[in-house]
Protein backbone atom coordinates (compact mmCIF):
# COMPACT_ATOMS: atom_id res chain seq x y z
CA UNK A 1 0.00 0.00 0.00
CA UNK A 2 1.51 3.73 -0.65
CA UNK A 3 0.50 7.23 0.19
CA UNK A 4 -0.65 9.49 -2.77
CA UNK A 5 0.00 13.23 -1.82
CA UNK A 6 -1.09 16.15 -3.75
CA UNK A 7 -1.50 18.72 -1.37
CA UNK A 8 -0.64 22.25 -0.19
CA UNK A 9 -0.68 24.22 2.88
CA UNK A 10 -0.93 27.95 2.86
CA UNK A 11 0.37 30.14 5.78
CA UNK A 12 1.18 33.83 5.85
CA UNK A 13 4.88 33.77 5.19
CA UNK A 14 5.01 29.84 4.11
CA UNK A 15 3.51 27.80 1.58
CA UNK A 16 3.76 23.92 1.69
CA UNK A 17 3.49 22.19 -1.53
CA UNK A 18 3.72 18.50 -1.48
CA UNK A 19 3.60 15.98 -4.46
CA UNK A 20 4.56 12.14 -3.39
CA UNK A 21 4.09 8.85 -4.14
CA UNK A 22 5.48 7.27 -1.06
CA UNK A 23 6.14 3.57 -1.42
CA UNK A 24 5.97 0.89 1.26
CA UNK A 25 9.77 1.02 3.15
CA UNK A 26 11.14 3.95 5.02
CA UNK A 27 11.33 7.54 3.91
CA UNK A 28 14.23 10.05 5.35
CA UNK A 29 12.92 13.19 4.98
CA UNK A 30 15.41 15.92 5.10
CA UNK A 31 15.50 19.61 5.29
CA UNK A 32 16.84 22.94 7.03
CA UNK A 33 14.56 24.10 9.91
CA UNK A 34 11.54 26.14 8.41
CA UNK A 35 11.65 23.99 5.50
CA UNK A 36 8.12 22.72 6.25
CA UNK A 37 9.33 19.26 7.62
CA UNK A 38 6.95 18.80 10.60
CA UNK A 39 3.69 20.78 8.87
CA UNK A 40 4.52 17.72 5.76
CA UNK A 41 3.76 15.28 8.80
CA UNK A 42 1.19 17.00 10.60
CA UNK A 43 -0.81 17.63 6.95
CA UNK A 44 -0.46 13.79 6.78
CA UNK A 45 -1.70 12.70 9.91
CA UNK A 46 -4.51 14.90 9.45
CA UNK A 47 -2.94 17.34 12.46
CA UNK A 48 -3.10 20.55 10.36
CA UNK A 49 -6.09 22.82 9.34
CA UNK A 50 -6.31 24.62 5.99
CA UNK A 51 -4.75 21.01 3.69
CA UNK A 52 -5.90 21.59 0.68
CA UNK A 53 -5.44 18.60 -2.17
CA UNK A 54 -5.73 15.04 -2.30
CA UNK A 55 -4.21 12.52 0.09
CA UNK A 56 -5.16 9.06 -0.33
CA UNK A 57 -3.93 5.77 1.55
CA UNK A 58 -4.01 2.46 -0.85
CA UNK A 59 -7.70 2.34 -2.10
CA UNK A 60 -8.26 4.72 1.25
CA UNK A 61 -9.35 8.60 0.94
CA UNK A 62 -7.87 10.56 3.31
CA UNK A 63 -8.11 14.03 2.06
CA UNK A 64 -10.13 14.87 -0.90
CA UNK A 65 -12.40 18.15 -2.39
CA UNK A 66 -15.31 16.79 -0.81
CA UNK A 67 -14.48 14.73 2.13
CA UNK A 68 -11.29 14.46 4.92
CA UNK A 69 -11.19 11.66 7.29
CA UNK A 70 -11.04 12.31 10.65
CA UNK A 71 -7.31 11.91 12.61
CA UNK A 72 -8.19 8.54 14.35
CA UNK A 73 -9.75 6.96 11.28
CA UNK A 74 -6.79 7.41 9.46
CA UNK A 75 -4.87 4.07 11.09
CA UNK A 76 -1.91 6.56 10.99
CA UNK A 77 0.51 7.38 13.83
CA UNK A 78 2.63 10.58 13.90
CA UNK A 79 5.67 11.02 16.57
CA UNK A 80 6.20 15.49 17.23
CA UNK A 81 9.97 15.77 17.90
CA UNK A 82 9.29 16.07 21.86
CA UNK A 83 6.26 14.19 22.67
CA UNK A 84 4.69 14.36 26.11
CA UNK A 85 3.10 11.30 27.88
CA UNK A 86 -0.38 12.08 29.86
CA UNK A 87 0.40 12.67 33.06
CA UNK A 88 -2.29 11.13 34.49
CA UNK A 89 -1.35 8.01 33.57
CA UNK A 90 1.34 5.53 34.09
CA UNK A 91 4.13 5.06 31.56
CA UNK A 92 2.47 1.39 31.25
CA UNK A 93 -0.87 2.96 30.37
CA UNK A 94 0.61 5.71 27.97
CA UNK A 95 2.40 3.05 26.28
CA UNK A 96 -0.74 0.69 26.42
CA UNK A 97 -2.95 3.89 24.95
CA UNK A 98 -2.68 3.03 21.12
CA UNK A 99 -6.58 1.87 20.27
CA UNK A 100 -4.62 -1.03 18.27
CA UNK A 101 -2.07 -1.82 20.08
CA UNK A 102 -0.17 -4.96 19.50
CA UNK A 103 1.84 -8.58 21.04
CA UNK A 104 5.05 -7.16 20.13
CA UNK A 105 4.51 -4.23 22.97
CA UNK A 106 6.16 -6.23 25.64
CA UNK A 107 9.04 -7.46 23.02
CA UNK A 108 9.48 -3.84 22.25
CA UNK A 109 9.47 -2.57 26.51
CA UNK A 110 12.41 -5.03 27.00
CA UNK A 111 14.65 -3.71 24.02
CA UNK A 112 14.45 -0.14 24.53
CA UNK A 113 14.75 -0.88 28.46
CA UNK A 114 11.69 0.06 29.57
CA UNK A 115 10.57 -2.04 32.21
CA UNK A 116 12.00 -0.17 35.51
CA UNK A 117 9.74 2.50 33.97
CA UNK A 118 6.62 1.61 33.57
CA UNK A 119 5.23 1.67 37.18
CA UNK A 120 5.83 6.51 36.65
CA UNK A 121 3.41 8.44 35.97
CA UNK A 122 3.58 10.23 32.61
CA UNK A 123 5.51 12.87 33.77
CA UNK A 124 7.77 11.52 35.61
CA UNK A 125 10.43 10.20 32.71
CA UNK A 126 13.23 12.05 30.73
CA UNK A 127 12.62 14.30 27.42
CA UNK A 128 14.50 11.15 25.75
CA UNK A 129 12.66 8.41 27.93
CA UNK A 130 9.53 9.82 26.82
CA UNK A 131 10.51 10.03 22.91
CA UNK A 132 11.47 6.21 23.09
CA UNK A 133 7.97 5.48 24.63
CA UNK A 134 6.56 6.94 21.63
CA UNK A 135 8.13 6.07 19.38
CA UNK A 136 7.80 2.13 20.90
CA UNK A 137 3.98 2.89 21.42
CA UNK A 138 3.31 4.23 18.04
CA UNK A 139 5.64 0.36 16.46
CA UNK A 140 3.13 -1.57 18.88
CA UNK A 141 0.29 0.40 17.34
CA UNK A 142 0.76 -0.87 13.88
CA UNK A 143 0.20 2.25 11.58
CA UNK A 144 -0.49 1.90 8.23
CA UNK A 145 1.50 5.13 7.96
CA UNK A 146 3.80 5.64 10.56
CA UNK A 147 5.15 9.54 10.82
CA UNK A 148 8.11 10.47 12.89
CA UNK A 149 9.39 13.63 13.71
CA UNK A 150 13.17 13.44 14.33
CA UNK A 151 12.88 10.51 16.63
CA UNK A 152 16.44 10.39 17.60
CA UNK A 153 16.99 13.72 18.41
CA UNK A 154 17.07 13.29 22.42
CA UNK A 155 18.40 10.01 22.16
CA UNK A 156 22.22 8.66 23.07
CA UNK A 157 23.76 6.78 20.19
CA UNK A 158 22.99 3.09 22.09
CA UNK A 159 19.11 3.45 21.55
CA UNK A 160 19.06 5.49 18.17
CA UNK A 161 20.88 2.54 16.38
CA UNK A 162 18.25 0.40 18.31
CA UNK A 163 15.52 2.50 17.02
CA UNK A 164 17.31 2.14 13.36
CA UNK A 165 16.78 -1.56 13.86
CA UNK A 166 13.18 -1.76 15.22
CA UNK A 167 12.02 0.70 12.41
CA UNK A 168 13.88 -1.21 9.84
CA UNK A 169 11.63 -4.44 11.12
CA UNK A 170 8.86 -2.84 11.53
CA UNK A 171 8.92 -1.30 7.75
CA UNK A 172 7.86 -4.97 7.24
CA UNK A 173 4.61 -4.27 8.68
CA UNK A 174 3.92 -0.64 8.77
CA UNK A 175 3.59 -0.22 5.15
CA UNK A 176 4.65 3.47 4.67
CA UNK A 177 7.28 4.63 7.51
CA UNK A 178 8.25 8.67 7.33
CA UNK A 179 10.88 9.74 9.68
CA UNK A 180 12.50 13.34 9.75
CA UNK A 181 16.00 12.78 10.40
CA UNK A 182 18.62 15.92 9.62
CA UNK A 183 21.63 13.77 8.97
CA UNK A 184 20.71 10.02 8.81
CA UNK A 185 23.86 8.02 9.53
CA UNK A 186 25.16 5.42 6.79
CA UNK A 187 23.45 2.43 8.55
CA UNK A 188 19.95 4.29 8.36
CA UNK A 189 20.95 5.26 5.15
CA UNK A 190 21.14 1.73 3.62
CA UNK A 191 17.61 0.91 4.30
CA UNK A 192 14.96 3.18 2.83
CA UNK A 193 15.09 6.16 0.09
CA UNK A 194 15.99 10.00 1.19
CA UNK A 195 13.49 12.95 0.41
CA UNK A 196 14.61 16.11 0.44
CA UNK A 197 11.93 19.06 1.42
CA UNK A 198 13.08 22.86 0.08
CA UNK A 199 11.20 25.89 1.10
CA UNK A 200 7.58 23.77 1.79
CA UNK A 201 8.31 22.24 -2.12
CA UNK A 202 8.46 18.42 -1.91
CA UNK A 203 8.49 16.49 -4.93
CA UNK A 204 8.92 12.09 -5.30
CA UNK B 1 -39.52 21.53 51.95
CA UNK B 2 -37.61 24.18 53.67
CA UNK B 3 -36.60 26.81 51.47
CA UNK B 4 -33.26 26.43 52.44
CA UNK B 5 -33.53 22.38 51.13
CA UNK B 6 -35.06 23.69 48.31
CA UNK B 7 -32.29 25.91 47.12
CA UNK B 8 -29.22 23.03 47.85
CA UNK B 9 -31.28 21.14 45.48
CA UNK B 10 -32.10 23.43 42.90
CA UNK B 11 -28.09 24.07 43.10
CA UNK B 12 -27.01 20.90 42.52
CA UNK B 13 -29.56 20.13 39.67
CA UNK B 14 -29.11 23.57 37.82
CA UNK B 15 -25.14 23.08 38.60
CA UNK B 16 -24.84 19.32 37.11
CA UNK B 17 -27.69 20.35 34.34
CA UNK B 18 -25.82 23.61 33.31
CA UNK B 19 -22.37 21.52 33.21
CA UNK B 20 -24.01 18.84 31.10
CA UNK B 21 -25.21 21.66 28.42
CA UNK B 22 -22.14 23.18 28.90
CA UNK B 23 -19.80 20.19 27.86
CA UNK B 24 -22.08 18.93 25.11
CA UNK B 25 -21.92 22.38 23.52
CA UNK B 26 -18.16 22.45 23.88
CA UNK B 27 -17.76 19.40 22.47
CA UNK B 28 -19.47 20.17 19.37
CA UNK B 29 -17.95 23.57 18.79
CA UNK B 30 -14.44 21.92 19.27
CA UNK B 31 -14.27 21.13 16.03
CA UNK B 32 -16.07 24.53 14.54
CA UNK B 33 -14.09 27.29 13.09
CA UNK B 34 -12.93 29.74 15.70
CA UNK B 35 -15.60 32.80 14.70
CA UNK B 36 -18.39 30.29 15.16
CA UNK B 37 -16.91 29.31 18.36
CA UNK B 38 -16.79 32.80 19.76
CA UNK B 39 -20.50 33.10 18.42
CA UNK B 40 -21.96 30.20 20.51
CA UNK B 41 -20.02 31.59 23.50
CA UNK B 42 -21.51 34.78 23.24
CA UNK B 43 -25.02 33.47 23.32
CA UNK B 44 -23.97 31.25 26.37
CA UNK B 45 -22.70 34.87 28.04
CA UNK B 46 -25.37 36.76 26.75
CA UNK B 47 -27.48 35.67 30.52
CA UNK B 48 -24.76 36.98 32.35
CA UNK B 49 -25.28 40.95 30.95
CA UNK B 50 -29.24 40.64 31.03
CA UNK B 51 -31.52 41.77 34.20
CA UNK B 52 -32.39 38.62 35.45
CA UNK B 53 -35.99 39.77 35.22
CA UNK B 54 -35.21 40.47 31.29
CA UNK B 55 -34.22 35.96 31.35
CA UNK B 56 -37.36 35.13 34.06
CA UNK B 57 -39.60 37.21 31.06
CA UNK B 58 -38.37 35.43 28.10
CA UNK B 59 -38.68 32.03 29.57
CA UNK B 60 -42.37 32.63 30.11
CA UNK B 61 -42.51 34.05 26.38
CA UNK B 62 -40.72 30.90 25.18
CA UNK B 63 -42.19 28.32 27.76
CA UNK B 64 -44.82 29.59 29.79
CA UNK B 65 -48.78 29.02 29.89
CA UNK B 66 -49.41 30.12 26.92
CA UNK B 67 -47.28 29.05 24.85
CA UNK B 68 -47.26 25.94 22.30
CA UNK B 69 -43.92 24.42 24.29
CA UNK B 70 -45.46 25.13 27.66
CA UNK B 71 -48.69 23.47 26.77
CA UNK B 72 -46.60 20.58 25.26
CA UNK B 73 -45.08 20.58 28.89
CA UNK B 74 -48.20 20.34 30.88
CA UNK B 75 -49.60 17.48 28.46
CA UNK B 76 -46.63 14.77 28.98
CA UNK B 77 -46.04 15.92 33.32
CA UNK B 78 -49.50 16.99 34.21
CA UNK B 79 -48.56 20.55 35.57
CA UNK B 80 -47.02 23.98 34.34
CA UNK B 81 -43.49 24.20 33.91
CA UNK B 82 -43.84 27.73 34.80
CA UNK B 83 -44.50 28.31 38.79
CA UNK B 84 -43.42 24.70 39.45
CA UNK B 85 -39.99 23.11 41.23
CA UNK B 86 -38.67 22.19 37.95
CA UNK B 87 -39.36 25.86 36.64
CA UNK B 88 -37.12 27.11 39.59
CA UNK B 89 -34.65 24.54 37.92
CA UNK B 90 -35.32 25.88 34.86
CA UNK B 91 -34.53 29.57 35.50
CA UNK B 92 -31.68 28.65 37.81
CA UNK B 93 -29.83 26.96 34.76
CA UNK B 94 -30.24 29.69 32.70
CA UNK B 95 -28.72 32.42 35.04
CA UNK B 96 -25.74 29.60 36.07
CA UNK B 97 -25.07 28.80 32.33
CA UNK B 98 -22.70 31.90 31.98
CA UNK B 99 -20.26 31.34 34.48
CA UNK B 100 -20.29 27.22 34.15
CA UNK B 101 -19.68 27.82 30.56
CA UNK B 102 -17.03 29.92 30.72
CA UNK B 103 -15.13 28.16 33.33
CA UNK B 104 -15.19 25.01 31.74
CA UNK B 105 -14.20 26.83 28.40
CA UNK B 106 -11.21 27.87 30.27
CA UNK B 107 -10.42 24.13 31.54
CA UNK B 108 -10.78 22.82 28.53
CA UNK B 109 -8.58 24.79 26.54
CA UNK B 110 -6.19 24.79 29.44
CA UNK B 111 -5.66 20.93 28.61
CA UNK B 112 -1.65 20.88 26.47
CA UNK B 113 -3.57 20.50 22.61
CA UNK B 114 -0.51 17.75 22.12
CA UNK B 115 -2.34 15.41 24.76
CA UNK B 116 -5.54 15.86 22.85
CA UNK B 117 -3.41 15.51 19.23
CA UNK B 118 -1.95 12.13 21.29
CA UNK B 119 -4.87 10.85 21.73
CA UNK B 120 -6.13 11.14 17.86
CA UNK B 121 -3.27 9.95 16.22
CA UNK B 122 -3.15 6.40 18.55
CA UNK B 123 -6.78 5.94 17.07
CA UNK B 124 -9.22 7.45 19.66
CA UNK B 125 -12.67 9.12 18.28
CA UNK B 126 -12.87 12.37 19.76
CA UNK B 127 -15.78 11.80 21.96
CA UNK B 128 -13.17 9.19 23.47
CA UNK B 129 -10.17 11.31 23.55
CA UNK B 130 -12.62 13.80 26.06
CA UNK B 131 -13.03 10.65 28.74
CA UNK B 132 -9.46 9.79 28.41
CA UNK B 133 -7.39 13.03 28.19
CA UNK B 134 -9.52 16.08 28.27
CA UNK B 135 -11.71 15.79 31.45
CA UNK B 136 -9.28 13.56 33.46
CA UNK B 137 -6.73 16.51 32.98
CA UNK B 138 -9.05 19.31 33.57
CA UNK B 139 -11.00 18.01 36.36
CA UNK B 140 -9.85 20.58 39.03
CA UNK B 141 -10.96 22.84 36.12
CA UNK B 142 -14.66 21.08 35.91
CA UNK B 143 -14.93 21.36 39.89
CA UNK B 144 -14.53 24.69 39.95
CA UNK B 145 -17.17 25.39 37.18
CA UNK B 146 -19.46 23.13 39.10
CA UNK B 147 -18.73 24.96 42.56
CA UNK B 148 -19.53 28.35 40.85
CA UNK B 149 -22.38 27.27 38.89
CA UNK B 150 -24.09 25.73 42.23
CA UNK B 151 -23.67 29.16 43.88
CA UNK B 152 -24.65 31.03 41.06
CA UNK B 153 -27.88 29.04 41.05
CA UNK B 154 -28.62 29.41 44.57
CA UNK B 155 -28.34 33.09 44.36
CA UNK B 156 -30.73 33.87 41.65
CA UNK B 157 -33.42 35.80 42.17
CA UNK B 158 -35.21 37.54 39.75
CA UNK B 159 -35.14 35.20 37.20
CA UNK B 160 -36.92 32.70 40.07
CA UNK B 161 -39.19 35.55 40.85
CA UNK B 162 -40.77 35.80 37.33
CA UNK B 163 -40.63 32.13 35.81
CA UNK B 164 -41.30 29.96 39.26
CA UNK B 165 -43.07 32.88 41.56
CA UNK B 166 -42.14 32.40 45.39
CA UNK B 167 -45.00 30.15 46.72
CA UNK B 168 -43.71 28.77 50.20
CA UNK B 169 -43.31 25.19 50.57
CA UNK B 170 -43.38 24.96 46.17
CA UNK B 171 -41.02 27.10 44.46
CA UNK B 172 -39.47 29.52 47.56
CA UNK B 173 -35.95 29.05 47.69
CA UNK B 174 -33.83 30.81 50.29
CA UNK B 175 -32.96 33.82 48.61
CA UNK B 176 -36.92 34.15 47.83
CA UNK B 177 -37.41 33.70 51.30
CA UNK B 178 -35.31 36.21 52.73
CA UNK B 179 -36.91 39.05 50.51
CA UNK B 180 -40.49 37.84 52.22
CA UNK B 181 -38.97 37.56 55.73
CA UNK B 182 -37.51 40.97 55.35
CA UNK B 183 -40.99 42.53 53.77
CA UNK B 184 -42.81 40.73 56.83
CA UNK B 185 -40.40 42.38 59.03
CA UNK B 186 -38.96 39.25 60.72
CA UNK B 187 -35.65 40.31 60.34
CA UNK B 188 -33.92 37.65 62.88
CA UNK B 189 -35.27 35.21 59.82
CA UNK B 190 -33.66 37.25 57.34
CA UNK B 191 -30.71 37.45 59.13
CA UNK B 192 -30.02 33.51 59.75
CA UNK B 193 -31.09 32.87 56.30
CA UNK B 194 -28.54 35.79 55.01
CA UNK B 195 -25.78 34.24 57.17
CA UNK B 196 -26.03 30.76 55.83
CA UNK B 197 -25.67 31.62 52.69
CA UNK B 198 -22.80 34.06 53.50
CA UNK B 199 -20.91 31.00 54.79
CA UNK B 200 -21.67 28.73 52.08
CA UNK B 201 -20.60 31.61 49.66
CA UNK B 202 -17.48 31.48 51.17
CA UNK B 203 -16.46 28.47 51.35
CA UNK B 204 -17.21 27.75 47.50
CA UNK B 205 -15.12 30.66 46.93
CA UNK B 206 -12.16 29.63 49.47
CA UNK B 207 -12.63 26.04 47.38
CA UNK B 208 -12.43 27.35 44.09
CA UNK B 209 -9.07 29.71 44.72
CA UNK B 210 -8.20 26.31 46.46
CA UNK B 211 -8.46 24.32 43.12
CA UNK B 212 -7.08 27.22 40.98
CA UNK B 213 -4.09 26.89 43.15
CA UNK B 214 -3.85 23.40 42.76
CA UNK B 215 -4.09 23.21 38.96
CA UNK B 216 -1.62 25.97 38.18
Given at each position: ?57 G ?33 L ?54 LL ?34 D???SA ?16 | ?29 Q ?35 N ?7 ES ?35 V ?20 L ?7 T ?41 F ?10 R???M ?19
Amino acid sequence: MSLRVECTVARAAFKLDARLLLEPGITWLRGTSGSGKTTLLRALAGLERDVLGTITCGPHVWLSATQCLPVHARRSCMVPQNPRLWPHHTVLRNLEASEHTQGILAELIASFELAPLLERSGDEVSAGEAQRIAVVRALAGAPKVLLLDEPFSAQPRLFAELMVEALKSAAQKVPVLVAVHHDPTGSALEHGRVLAIENGAVRA
Amino acid sequence: MSPMALSVLVGLSASFLATTVSLATLFVAQSFRVRVQSAIASIFTLPLVMPPTVLGYYLLVLVGPNTALGRLYESATGHSLAFSRAGVVVAATITALPIVYQALSTALTSVPKEHVENAWVLGHSPLRTLFLVQLPLARTGMLSACTLGFMRAVGDFGATMMFAGSLPGRTQTAALALYDDFLAGDLEGASSRARIMLLMGFVAVFLVGTLRRKSS
